[in-house]
Protein backbone atom coordinates (compact mmCIF):
# COMPACT_ATOMS: atom_id res chain seq x y z
CA UNK A 1 0.00 0.00 0.00
CA UNK A 2 1.38 3.48 -0.46
CA UNK A 3 1.55 5.76 2.03
CA UNK A 4 1.03 9.40 1.64
CA UNK A 5 3.53 10.81 4.59
CA UNK A 6 3.05 14.31 6.39
CA UNK A 7 6.03 16.18 5.58
CA UNK A 8 5.73 18.86 8.43
CA UNK A 9 4.02 19.55 11.56
CA UNK A 10 2.86 22.65 10.34
CA UNK A 11 0.82 21.45 7.30
CA UNK A 12 -0.71 18.24 9.37
CA UNK A 13 -1.82 21.28 11.76
CA UNK A 14 -3.21 23.39 8.97
CA UNK A 15 -5.33 20.61 7.26
CA UNK A 16 -6.89 18.76 10.10
CA UNK A 17 -9.22 20.04 12.56
CA UNK A 18 -9.02 19.96 15.99
CA UNK A 19 -13.02 20.08 16.52
CA UNK A 20 -14.79 17.68 14.79
CA UNK A 21 -17.35 19.46 12.24
CA UNK A 22 -21.05 19.01 13.29
CA UNK A 23 -21.77 16.78 10.61
CA UNK A 24 -20.46 13.96 11.48
CA UNK A 25 -21.72 14.28 15.41
CA UNK A 26 -25.57 13.91 14.30
CA UNK A 27 -27.77 11.29 15.53
CA UNK A 28 -27.98 10.03 11.64
CA UNK A 29 -24.25 10.06 11.27
CA UNK A 30 -23.19 8.50 14.47
CA UNK A 31 -25.76 5.33 14.02
CA UNK A 32 -24.18 5.26 10.66
CA UNK A 33 -21.00 5.24 11.82
CA UNK A 34 -18.87 2.48 12.92
CA UNK A 35 -15.34 3.00 14.57
CA UNK A 36 -12.75 -0.23 14.09
CA UNK A 37 -9.90 -0.56 16.68
CA UNK A 38 -7.09 -3.31 17.27
CA UNK A 39 -4.13 -3.65 16.81
CA UNK A 40 -1.57 -1.91 14.85
CA UNK A 41 0.81 -4.60 14.25
CA UNK A 42 0.59 -7.94 11.68
CA UNK A 43 1.65 -10.75 14.03
CA UNK A 44 0.58 -14.21 13.72
CA UNK A 45 -1.62 -14.48 16.44
CA UNK A 46 -3.55 -10.81 14.72
CA UNK A 47 -3.69 -12.58 10.96
CA UNK A 48 -6.88 -13.85 11.54
CA UNK A 49 -8.54 -11.33 12.70
CA UNK A 50 -7.05 -9.03 10.15
CA UNK A 51 -9.05 -11.14 7.54
CA UNK A 52 -12.48 -10.66 9.51
CA UNK A 53 -11.08 -7.01 9.42
CA UNK A 54 -10.90 -6.47 6.17
CA UNK A 55 -14.27 -8.48 5.13
CA UNK A 56 -16.09 -7.10 6.87
CA UNK A 57 -15.44 -3.64 6.94
CA UNK A 58 -15.82 -4.11 2.92
CA UNK A 59 -19.41 -5.74 3.78
CA UNK A 60 -19.92 -2.15 6.24
CA UNK A 61 -19.39 0.15 3.52
CA UNK A 62 -20.79 -1.55 0.66
CA UNK A 63 -23.93 -1.58 3.32
CA UNK A 64 -23.32 2.40 3.19
CA UNK A 65 -21.30 2.59 6.82
CA UNK A 66 -18.68 4.79 7.04
CA UNK A 67 -15.77 3.34 9.29
CA UNK A 68 -13.63 5.33 11.53
CA UNK A 69 -9.82 4.53 12.33
CA UNK A 70 -6.86 6.21 13.26
CA UNK A 71 -5.36 6.02 10.05
CA UNK A 72 -3.00 3.72 10.47
CA UNK A 73 -1.25 1.22 8.15
CA UNK A 74 -0.34 -1.79 10.06
CA UNK A 75 -2.44 -4.78 11.33
CA UNK A 76 -5.90 -4.52 12.05
CA UNK A 77 -5.95 -0.60 11.75
CA UNK A 78 -4.44 -0.86 7.89
CA UNK A 79 -7.14 -3.40 6.96
CA UNK A 80 -9.89 -1.68 8.03
CA UNK A 81 -8.55 1.19 6.65
CA UNK A 82 -7.28 -0.10 3.20
CA UNK A 83 -10.45 -1.90 2.92
CA UNK A 84 -12.90 1.75 3.60
CA UNK A 85 -10.46 3.23 1.01
CA UNK A 86 -11.02 0.68 -1.75
CA UNK A 87 -14.49 0.26 -1.50
CA UNK A 88 -15.98 3.75 -0.10
CA UNK A 89 -18.03 6.03 -2.43
CA UNK A 90 -15.21 8.73 -3.11
CA UNK A 91 -16.10 12.62 -3.05
CA UNK A 92 -15.67 15.20 -6.32
CA UNK A 93 -12.29 15.28 -5.44
CA UNK A 94 -11.89 11.79 -5.65
CA UNK A 95 -11.62 11.38 -1.98
CA UNK A 96 -12.96 7.93 -0.38
CA UNK A 97 -15.85 9.63 1.83
CA UNK A 98 -16.94 6.92 4.02
CA UNK A 99 -13.19 6.47 4.88
CA UNK A 100 -13.55 8.70 8.00
CA UNK A 101 -10.08 9.13 10.12
CA UNK A 102 -9.09 10.60 14.24
CA UNK A 103 -5.05 10.84 13.97
CA UNK A 104 -2.80 10.98 17.00
CA UNK A 105 -0.25 13.75 17.03
CA UNK A 106 2.40 13.85 17.10
CA UNK A 107 1.81 11.51 13.97
CA UNK A 108 3.72 8.24 13.53
CA UNK A 109 4.37 9.24 10.00
CA UNK A 110 2.53 6.27 7.96
CA UNK A 111 -0.70 8.26 7.85
CA UNK A 112 -2.30 8.19 4.64
CA UNK A 113 -4.38 11.34 4.46
CA UNK A 114 -4.46 11.41 0.72
CA UNK A 115 -7.06 8.44 0.85
CA UNK A 116 -9.21 9.73 3.89
CA UNK A 117 -11.18 12.11 5.41
CA UNK A 118 -9.37 13.42 8.33
CA UNK A 119 -12.26 14.46 10.47
CA UNK A 120 -10.04 15.49 13.62
CA UNK A 121 -6.77 15.33 16.04
CA UNK A 122 -6.42 14.34 19.30
CA UNK A 123 -3.26 15.03 21.70
CA UNK A 124 -3.84 11.49 23.69
CA UNK A 125 -5.22 7.79 23.17
CA UNK A 126 -7.95 9.02 25.92
CA UNK A 127 -8.90 12.13 23.70
CA UNK A 128 -9.40 10.24 20.35
CA UNK A 129 -11.65 7.58 21.97
CA UNK A 130 -13.53 10.49 23.39
CA UNK A 131 -13.75 11.45 19.82
CA UNK A 132 -14.34 8.17 18.47
CA UNK A 133 -17.47 8.47 20.84
CA UNK A 134 -18.64 11.67 19.62
CA UNK A 135 -18.97 10.27 15.78
CA UNK A 136 -20.16 6.90 16.34
CA UNK A 137 -22.65 4.88 18.01
CA UNK A 138 -20.93 1.38 17.34
CA UNK A 139 -17.04 0.42 18.20
CA UNK A 140 -15.77 -2.72 17.12
CA UNK A 141 -12.92 -3.63 19.08
CA UNK A 142 -10.38 -6.08 17.61
CA UNK A 143 -7.61 -8.38 19.18
CA UNK A 144 -4.24 -5.58 20.06
CA UNK A 145 -2.12 -4.69 22.74
CA UNK A 146 -2.53 -2.96 25.55
CA UNK A 147 -3.81 0.18 23.90
CA UNK A 148 -6.35 -1.95 22.83
CA UNK A 149 -7.09 -3.00 26.36
CA UNK A 150 -7.21 0.28 28.07
CA UNK A 151 -9.81 1.57 24.89
CA UNK A 152 -11.66 -1.62 25.57
CA UNK A 153 -12.10 -1.45 29.54
CA UNK A 154 -12.37 2.98 28.94
CA UNK A 155 -15.63 2.21 26.57
CA UNK A 156 -16.89 -0.19 28.73
CA UNK A 157 -16.88 1.73 31.58
CA UNK A 158 -18.66 4.44 29.97
CA UNK A 159 -21.73 2.23 29.02
CA UNK A 160 -22.09 1.27 32.67
CA UNK A 161 -21.90 4.81 34.03
CA UNK A 162 -23.14 6.96 31.27
CA UNK A 163 -25.76 7.92 30.25
CA UNK A 164 -28.63 5.96 27.99
CA UNK A 165 -28.54 8.04 25.00
CA UNK A 166 -24.66 8.09 25.30
CA UNK A 167 -24.42 4.32 25.02
CA UNK A 168 -22.65 2.53 22.52
CA UNK A 169 -22.87 -0.53 20.81
CA UNK A 170 -19.65 -2.89 22.04
CA UNK A 171 -18.94 -5.43 20.05
CA UNK A 172 -15.16 -7.36 21.19
CA UNK A 173 -14.06 -9.74 18.13
CA UNK A 174 -12.09 -12.94 19.22
CA UNK A 175 -13.25 -14.63 22.03
CA UNK A 176 -9.86 -16.04 22.54
CA UNK A 177 -8.10 -13.19 22.85
CA UNK A 178 -10.97 -11.26 24.93
CA UNK A 179 -11.97 -14.43 27.20
CA UNK A 180 -9.93 -13.24 30.33
CA UNK A 181 -11.46 -9.45 29.90
CA UNK A 182 -14.99 -11.46 29.50
CA UNK A 183 -14.26 -13.50 32.70
CA UNK A 184 -13.01 -10.75 35.01
CA UNK A 185 -16.77 -8.54 33.77
CA UNK A 186 -18.28 -11.77 34.91
CA UNK A 187 -17.26 -12.14 37.97
CA UNK A 188 -17.80 -8.27 38.81
CA UNK A 189 -21.38 -9.45 38.15
CA UNK A 190 -21.16 -12.07 40.20
CA UNK A 191 -20.08 -10.46 43.15
CA UNK A 192 -22.03 -7.43 43.16
CA UNK A 193 -19.60 -4.77 41.84
CA UNK A 194 -21.65 -4.01 38.75
CA UNK A 195 -25.19 -3.99 38.96
CA UNK A 196 -25.99 -5.38 35.32
CA UNK A 197 -24.51 -8.43 33.44
CA UNK A 198 -21.94 -7.63 30.71
CA UNK A 199 -24.07 -8.86 27.69
CA UNK A 200 -25.25 -5.46 28.86
CA UNK A 201 -22.39 -3.97 28.41
CA UNK A 202 -21.18 -5.54 25.67
CA UNK A 203 -20.76 -8.82 23.41
CA UNK A 204 -18.22 -10.93 22.06
CA UNK A 205 -18.02 -12.33 18.44
CA UNK A 206 -15.30 -14.42 16.99
CA UNK A 207 -16.63 -14.17 12.90
CA UNK A 208 -17.97 -12.23 10.38
CA UNK A 209 -21.51 -13.96 10.42
CA UNK A 210 -21.75 -13.17 14.46
CA UNK A 211 -20.53 -9.09 13.55
CA UNK A 212 -22.60 -8.77 10.71
CA UNK A 213 -25.48 -9.97 13.32
CA UNK A 214 -24.57 -8.13 15.98
CA UNK A 215 -23.85 -4.79 13.93
CA UNK A 216 -26.93 -5.13 11.48
CA UNK A 217 -25.23 -4.43 7.88
Request: aromatic letters at 10%; charged letters at 25%.
Given at each position: MQIQKVQSYTSFQANIPNVI?????????????????GSSKATDDILKYMDICSNSV???ILGGKNIVTGCGSMGIMGSAFNSAKNYSKNNEEGKPIQNLAIVKE???????????ITIASANSEAERIDKFSE??????????STTTLQEATTLITKNYYGKEEDKKKIVL????????????????YETGLIKCEPSELFTVVDSEEELKQVIGY
Open positions: SPEYKTPQSKSNTVAVLKAMPLWGDEDLENCVADTMVIFAGVGKDFFNGLAEQYNKL
